[in-house]
T-cell receptor, first 116, second 111 residues
Framework: AAGVIQSPRHLIKEKRETATLKCYPI?????VYWYQQGPGQDPQFLIS???????DKGSIPDRFSAQQFSDYHSELNMSSLELGDSALYFC???????????????FGAGSRLTVL | GENVEQHPSTLSVQEGDSAVIKCTYS??????FPWYKQELGKRPQLIID?????GEKKDQRIAVTLNKTAKHFSLHITETQPEDSAVYFC??????????FGTGTRLLVSP
């Protein structure tokens, strides 16, 4: 079965550089979530999109932005990178509806960002 | 907003023993409570979930109980095996909204 696809899997950047992470949700999933997980931490919600519109916003820094495109893939753009941005970034997708599968988040493999 | 607390932060058991992890949540409107297992550097994997209209759910060696009145839910793993060793996260959400995670429990199952 198709899963959530994230790219790149690993990314190394210098301070003050920019980075873009991509997420391709499971087909027919209408909601995408971005989470940031620091070492030894729980995943922290950044932002979500439902049907290409921002649906919720969490602890996302102003230096970060995201959007969901017409094909439902999403991109997380990070600028003026700081050392503290080094983390695993997970994308997850789900679908709204009735039934046992609704609202179940499936996570991608994550993108590991290292800022030097 | 929702706040989820999880205990214990670490749990060591012998193979074959049972393990119990407990979570409390603050938002009485939360109605979906999944549990994720995460191995080092890997993605969180859903292992079981429960919705607020159910008090208990079981899947082989794993069970989850929910007490809506007290706003707490628990994960029970019986007959633990070394491959159960991982970090376990509870989470809570309102319908079709973001998951709020607990702080995680590192489970170590010794042979």
């Amino acid at each position: 079965a198709a899963g959530v696809i994230q790219s790149p899997r690993h990314l190394i950047k210098e301070k003050r550089e920019t980075a873009t992470l991509k997420c391709y949700p499971i087909p027919r999933h209408d909601t995408v979530y971005w989470y940031q997980q620091g070492p030894g931490q729980d995943p922290q919600f950044l932002i979500s999109f439902y049907e290409k519109m921002q649906s919720d916003k969490g602890s996302i820094p102003d230096r970060f932005s995201a959007q969901q495109f017409s094909d439902y893939h999403s991109e997380l753009n990070m600028s003026s990178l700081e050392l503290g941005d080094s983390a695993l970034y997970f994308c997850a997708s789900s679908f709204e509806g009735l039934g046992s599968g609704a609202n179940v988040l499936t996570f991608g493999a994550g993108s590991r960002l290292t800022v030097l | 907003g929702e706040n989820v607390e999880q205990h214990p932060s670490t749990l060591s058991v012998q193979e074959g023993d049972s393990a119990v992890i407990k979570c409390t949540y603050s938002d009485s409107a939360s109605n979906y409570f999944p549990w994720y297992k995460q191995e080092l550097g890997k993605r969180p994997q859903l292992i079981i979930d429960i919705r607020s209209n159910v008090g208990e759910k079981k899947d082989q060696r794993i069970a989850v109980t929910l007490n809506k009145t007290a706003k707490h839910f628990s994960l029970h793993i019986t007959e633990t095996q070394p491959e159960d060793s991982a970090v376990y996260f509870c989470a809570a959400s309102r319908s079709f909204q973001k998951l709020v995670f607990g702080t995680g429990t590192r489970l170590l199952v010794s042979p």
